[in-house]
């Protein structure tokens, strides 16, 4: 069973500070998904990657998958109270038809 | 911009009772998916669907379960005696095989399911 871990789990910061979350596990994805989910609404797809060590900016959030393919981060720049949400990481492999969700990471941007 | 669209947004139904829950996917993607969040825990993958069967489904997907696609646009999952603990959150999702970026997965706004 392959599982992600992502940490960390709770975040709170303030308006215009700087983050990074995590998505970790011990095995390969072929590819590796980041949505935003807000409450009581679907995950919003924001990213794929697919190359190990490929890197894909979208605005102020900065998306890295790992070299080996087993993990990825997300660096969010002066991070803004729309920013505020749930943070999920999603993997998947080639032949393999089902996303594997991560734990999520909460933010919570302070004004 | 095509979206996933998901009815009812909301279903309370009594135990035992079978529910179906309904999804249009977007129009031209040939993968489509349930996944299901109980409350305050991951998202989960049930069952995935494609040239009018399933190419793949989770342990949850037990003999209670069944999705169909009944015309061209619709695509469905029905719960034939709900438990408890069928309460959830339940996503319907789809993707372009065509993309070439793996399965990017586009989903609905959800169902909340509701067992009583």
């Known amino acids: 069973t392959q599982l992600l871990e992502q940490s960390p789990q709770f975040l709170s910061i303030q308006e215009g500070e700087n983050l990074t979350v995590y998505c970790n596990s011990s095995s390969v994805f072929s590819s590796l998904q980041w949505y935003r989910q807000e409450p009581g609404e679907g995950p919003v797809l924001l990213v794929t990657?697919?190359?190990?060590?490929e890197v894909k900016k979208l605005k102020r959030l900065t998306f890295q998958f790992g070299d080996a393919r087993k993990d990825s981060s997300l660096h969010i720049t002066a991070a803004q109270p729309g920013d505020t949400g749930l943070y999920l990481c999603a993997g998947s492999n080639f032949g393999n038809e089902k996303l594997t969700f991560g734990t999520g990471t909460r933010l919570t941007i302070i004004p | 911009e095509p979206e996933v669209t998901q009815t009812p947004s909301h279903q309370v139904t009594q135990m035992g009772q079978e529910v179906i829950l309904r999804c249009v996917p977007i129009?031209?993607?040939?993968?489509f998916y349930w996944y299901r969040q109980i409350l305050g825990q991951k998202v989960e993958f049930l069952v995935s669907?494609?040239?009018?069967?399933?190419?793949?489904k989770s342990e949850i997907f037990d003999d209670q379960f069944s999705v169909e696609r009944p015309d061209g646009s619709n695509f469905t999952l029905k719960i034939r005696s709900t438990k408890l603990e069928d309460s959830a959150m339940y996503f319907c999702?789809?993707?372009?095989?065509?993309?070439?970026?793996?399965?990017?997965?586009?989903f609905g706004q959800g169902t909340r399911l509701t067992v009583v």
């Open positions: 990657v697919v190359t190990g060590g």
């Open positions: 999702a789809s993707s372009d095989y065509e993309s070439g970026y793996g399965r990017e997965a586009f």
């Open positions: 669907f494609y040239n009018n069967e399933i190419s793949e």
């Open positions: 129009s031209n993607h040939l993968y």
